[in-house]
């Protein structure tokens, strides 16, 4: 990334022009969580972007920050529960139920008061949220009713890896053919919701390697001032920031039994995503058409176990009659939403139970 003129001025000593107008902008985050957000966010937030106040606080999960806004998360989670949506959801159909819920003026009304109060105080705003994805058509109305373009970008890690991380991070409330399902539904939409206003894809890998040449290519392709016009203190700040050793997840799919039409799906929809990440990029029209082909495919696929799985779906949940049924049941749920590092550490006794109700006493 070249450093500014008003860097090598700042160095210099050399007077600086003034009266020099910025125009406003806004990032939009989207995209899987666990694929390298919060590491793109958080280097675009020491360029200059100013995330929200206040913020959603670290944690072991993500010791370096998250670089989100906790008035957005909570925005977005009142939002999905209403429609009765999850963030990774699974299902086609959940996009119409977010939109749906979009569409209230209510919602409208406030995102808008939120984000034009956010401007008074900001001319570069950074917004970032795993949950974005479900409601970009909502942020975008609001955003160029404040007089901004939105710029979208899109963090991209293998799939294998996402899963992989989430299962660490999160627990097994949700299993891995779901959360698998749900990274695909998600990725089709995001990148169809995005096509029509300026976007750009980065993979977590090359982020990892190289981010000066990336955050670059970023700045130039959405036209951010605030990358472009970097000061040489914050780059060495991003330096610091950067570290390869965060990336643990493995990206292939040996340690997940995926069923085989969902994966060959994924693979392939990896594959045209990865092309869109590509710095010379040539015959996108092709890829979107081919991504378009794939998200039709998907939607058939899971209108296909729809149908295989009625009887379960109608049956519902089944009841457990006897005591100790419900004290495994109760420890599997327990067990299963706490994540693989700190399960390790509980009373054996604790283990064992948990592994009983999951198995239902048998021994392997």
Same mark, same amino acid.
């Given at each position: 990334?070249?450093?500014?003129?008003?860097?090598?001025?700042?160095?210099?000593?050399?007077?600086?022009?003034?009266?020099?107008?910025?125009?406003?902008?806004?990032?939009?985050?989207?995209?899987?969580?666990?694929?390298?957000?919060?590491?793109?966010?958080?280097?675009?937030?020491?360029?200059?972007?100013?995330?929200?106040?206040?913020?959603?606080?670290?944690?072991?999960?993500?010791? +370096?920050?998250?670089? !989100? $806004?906790?008035? *957005?998360?909570?925005?977005?989670?009142? @939002? #999905?529960?209403?429609?009765?949506?999850? /963030?990774?959801?699974?299902?086609?159909?959940?996009?119409?139920?977010?939109?749906?819920?979009?569409?209230?003026?209510?919602?409208?009304?406030?995102?808008?008061?939120?984000?034009?109060?956010?401007?008074?105080?900001?001319?570069?705003?950074?917004?970032?949220?795993?949950?974005?994805?479900?409601?970009?058509?909502?942020?975008?109305?609001?955003?160029?009713?404040?007089?901004?373009?939105?710029?979208?970008?899109?963090?991209?890690?293998?799939?294998?890896?996402?899963?992989?991380?989430?299962?660490?991070?999160?627990?097994?409330?949700?299993?891995?053919?779901?959360?698998?399902?749900?990274?695909?539904?998600?990725?089709?939409?995001?990148? +169809?919701?995005?096509? !029509? $206003?300026?976007? *750009?894809?980065?993979?977590?890998?090359? @982020? #990892?390697?190289?981010?000066?040449?990336? /955050?670059?290519?970023?700045?130039?392709?959405?036209?951010?001032?605030?990358?472009?016009?970097?000061?040489?203190?914050?780059?060495?700040?991003?330096?610091?920031?950067?570290?390869?050793?965060?990336?643990?997840?493995?990206?292939?799919?040996?340690?997940?039994?995926?069923?085989?039409?969902?994966?060959?799906?994924?693979?392939?929809?990896?594959?045209?995503?990865?092309?869109?990440?590509?710095?010379?990029?040539?015959?996108?029209?092709?890829?979107?058409?081919?991504?378009?082909?794939?998200?039709?495919?998907?939607?058939?696929?899971?209108?296909?176990?729809?149908?295989?799985?009625?009887?379960?779906?109608?049956?519902?949940?089944?009841? +457990?009659?006897?005591?100790? $049924?419900?004290?495994?049941?109760?420890?599997?749920?327990?067990?299963?939403?706490?994540?693989?590092?700190?399960?390790?550490?509980?009373?054996?006794?604790?283990?064992?139970?948990?592994?009983?109700?999951?198995?239902?006493?048998?021994?392997?």
């Amino acid at each position: 990334m070249a450093i500014s003129e008003e860097t090598e001025n700042a160095t210099t000593g050399a007077e600086q022009p003034s009266g020099r107008k910025t125009e406003r902008s806004l990032v939009l985050v989207a995209g899987s969580g666990r694929s390298g957000t919060s590491l793109f966010s958080g280097i675009l937030q020491r360029l200059g972007y100013q995330v929200p106040q206040p913020e959603v606080p670290a944690d072991a999960t993500n010791p +370096r920050g998250f670089a !989100e $806004s906790q008035w *957005v998360v909570d925005f977005h989670t009142r @939002l #999905l529960a209403k429609a009765a949506v999850q /963030v990774s959801d699974a299902r086609p159909a959940a996009w119409a139920y977010t939109a749906d819920v979009a569409l209230d003026e209510g919602a409208h009304e406030e995102l808008g008061s939120w984000l034009g109060k956010q401007f008074r105080s900001s001319e570069h705003v950074l917004v970032k949220d795993p949950r974005l994805s479900w409601f970009l058509p909502l942020w975008r109305r609001c955003a160029e009713e404040a007089g901004v373009s939105p710029r979208f970008a899109t963090v991209l890690r293998h799939p294998a890896a996402v899963i992989d991380s989430k299962q660490r991070s999160y627990g097994h409330w949700q299993g891995d053919v779901s959360r698998t399902a749900g990274w695909l539904n998600q990725t089709l939409f995001t990148e +169809r919701a995005t096509r !029509e $206003s300026p976007r *750009v894809f980065v993979r977590y890998e090359d @982020l #990892l390697d190289d981010w000066t040449r990336i /955050v670059g290519r970023v700045g130039e392709t959405l036209d951010l001032a605030v990358v472009r016009d970097a000061p040489a203190a914050s780059i060495v700040s991003i330096h610091e920031f950067v570290d390869k050793g965060l990336s643990r997840s493995k990206a292939n799919w040996e340690d997940f039994a995926i069923p085989t039409p969902l994966r060959e799906q994924v693979d392939v929809v990896w594959d045209l995503m990865s092309q869109l990440a590509e710095e010379n990029a040539e015959d996108m029209d092709t890829v979107v058409q081919e991504l378009e082909a794939a998200r039709a495919a998907y939607v058939s696929l899971y209108e296909d176990s729809e149908a295989i799985t009625q009887s379960s779906i109608t049956a519902g949940p089944r009841k +457990r009659g006897s005591s100790k $049924s419900k004290t495994g049941g109760t420890l599997l749920r327990l067990a299963d939403k706490v994540p693989r590092d700190y399960r390790e550490k509980l009373p054996l006794s604790w283990r064992k139970a948990a592994y009983r109700a999951k198995h239902g006493g048998r021994k392997r």
